[in-house]
């Protein structure tokens, strides 16, 4: 019983590892590559290690396997808002079927500062000026 | 069936492809922020192949290895967007 569980949950992240790399190789764009990535990945890779939790049983090991899966959950949201926001401003272009690019205009390619488009009008000068600091 | 079977002769051939297919996209891809991406992804995808191999050989020590994989991912992606940036900012 306890194996069959064990054979679903791995079968299931497996799958999940899959899609992505599927994903990966067949998206047309480098911002939907990392969308993909980002979330079923992670969603896999945490799924494998419950799995292997549930396989051994140990406190130690299960210890080891929240350590891993906490890390990863909180460093994939940040390493692609990071790559992201860096290929944003070297110029990777988007997908050519993209509706609208709400920071096109916003970010100050100099200084890279960001405007929130609250602004007034003289900061907003500041900030394309690049002497907001 | 026993389960260090269904992870050697079907768990493992199909990571094995999805890695594959990363390493496509990693040697095609058009620009150097889709090869940071696909390495991302190669690390993440060897966690879960050093997951499956420590439950078919019995060794849970490798979870270490999984553990620093992990760190080394997130500082790659880390240091190499870091550097994109500051590259172009100094042209």
Do not use: Q
């Not at chain 1, 079923?40 to 929240?66: D, F, K």
């Not at chain 2, 994989?69 to 500082?75: G, K, N, S, V």
């Amino acid at each position: 019983m306890n194996d069959i569980l064990i054979m679903i949950i791995i079968s299931l992240g497996t799958l999940f590892i899959l899609l992505a790399a599927i994903g990966l190789l067949r998206m047309p764009d480098l911002y939907l590559r990392i969308s993909v990535t980002t979330k079923a990945a992670t969603l896999g890779v945490g799924l494998i290690l419950i799995g292997l939790a549930l396989y051994y049983l140990e406190t130690s090991i299960t210890t080891r396997v929240i350590a891993i899966i906490v890390f990863l959950l909180l460093t994939a949201p940040i390493g692609a808002h990071v790559i992201g926001r860096a290929s944003y401003f070297i110029g990777v272009p988007l997908w050519k079927k993209t509706k609208m690019d709400e920071l096109k205009g916003m970010y100050n390619t100099k200084t890279h500062d960001l405007m929130s488009g609250s602004e007034e009008e003289e900061e907003k000068e500041k900030v394309k000026e690049g002497k907001k600091r | 069936m026993n389960i260090d079977d269904f992870l050697s002769y079907i768990i493992l051939p199909i990571l094995s492809t999805s890695t594959l297919l990363v390493f496509i996209r990693f040697l095609i891809g058009p620009t150097l922020s889709d090869r940071v991406v696909a390495l991302d992804l190669l690390i993440t995808i060897g966690i879960s192949i050093i997951a499956v191999f420590s439950i078919i050989s019995h060794r849970p020590s490798f979870l270490d290895i999984a553990m620093i994989f992990a760190l080394i991912a997130f500082l790659s992606t880390v240091a190499f967007s870091f550097y994109l940036e500051k590259r172009k900012r100094n042209e």
